[in-house]
């Protein structure tokens, strides 16, 4: 099947770490097959930028195949998992899964869908199968952000409600379209590897980000020389 990696960057969003990020995102896409689509232009002008990772469900009917979408500030190794080959595809995934109701004020979708998944949407999998993944919300702005709650530690790094829009986009859609589910993390752990490859740090700033990201950069070197 045909592979889309999506990546969001409107407004030319931090070139200083995209210049990092991109090329390791490049050879990954390249060695799994996929292409690399960039959205660069407003679709919900009056919602958060966040929320323009929603573009993905009519883009996906007309790309079809599978769907990726990786956040621009993610670091990525390349000889990460292709995902793809290790869900079916009726099954939507990501990096790792947080609860629901501490994240979100929740309503009937999550109750009836009873598993109380949280969906991190800084790295997300699915195929033509599953665009009901990247649906838009069908609430109001207003509604959706007041059922938004960072916690503690994204508030105390300037993590807004906006910021998680999408990531509560997501999350209701597992539950409203009761999609079967599984984390990167469940999929390492029956390979058993343990050494995950890629790094996502959205509470840091840019600048944090950068130097994080140059010291992994760094080890991965020395232990492929290392033979580690």
Not at 131 to 137: C, F, I, S
Not at 185 to 194: A, C, F, P, T, V
Request: aromatic share 12%; charged share 25%; net charge negative.
């Amino acid at each position: 099947m045909r592979k889309t990696i999506f990546l969001l960057n409107v407004d030319n969003f931090a070139p200083e770490l995209t210049r990092i990020t991109y090329p390791f995102i490049r050879v990954y896409a390249k060695r799994i097959g996929a292409t690399i689509h960039m959205i660069t232009e407003r679709k919900f002008p009056d919602w958060p930028v966040t929320y323009e990772k929603l573009q993905i469900y009519e883009l996906g009917k007309q790309i079809g195949g599978w769907l990726m979408y990786i956040d621009s500030d993610a670091l990525l190794h390349p000889e990460f998992l292709d995902i793809t080959a290790h869900i079916p595809q009726d099954t939507v995934s990501c990096y790792s899964r947080d609860v629901a109701d501490i994240r979100w004020q929740t309503d009937d979708y999550f109750r009836r869908d009873g598993r109380h998944i949280g969906w991190g949407n800084w790295f997300s999998v699915a195929s033509e199968q599953c665009l009901d993944l990247w649906h838009p919300l069908d609430i109001p702005k207003e509604e959706a952000l007041e059922n938004i709650f960072p916690t503690p530690n994204e508030l105390a790094c300037g993590v807004t409600r906006e910021h998680l829009i999408d990531d509560y986009t997501l999350s209701r859609n597992v539950a409203r379209y009761g999609l079967k589910f599984r984390t990167f993390k469940d999929i390492w752990k029956e390979q058993g590897l343990d050494n995950p490859l890629v790094q996502h740090q959205y509470t840091l700033s840019v600048k944090e980000q950068i130097r994080s990201h140059m010291e992994l950069i760094l080890k991965w070197k020395l232990e492929h020389l290392l033979g580690a």
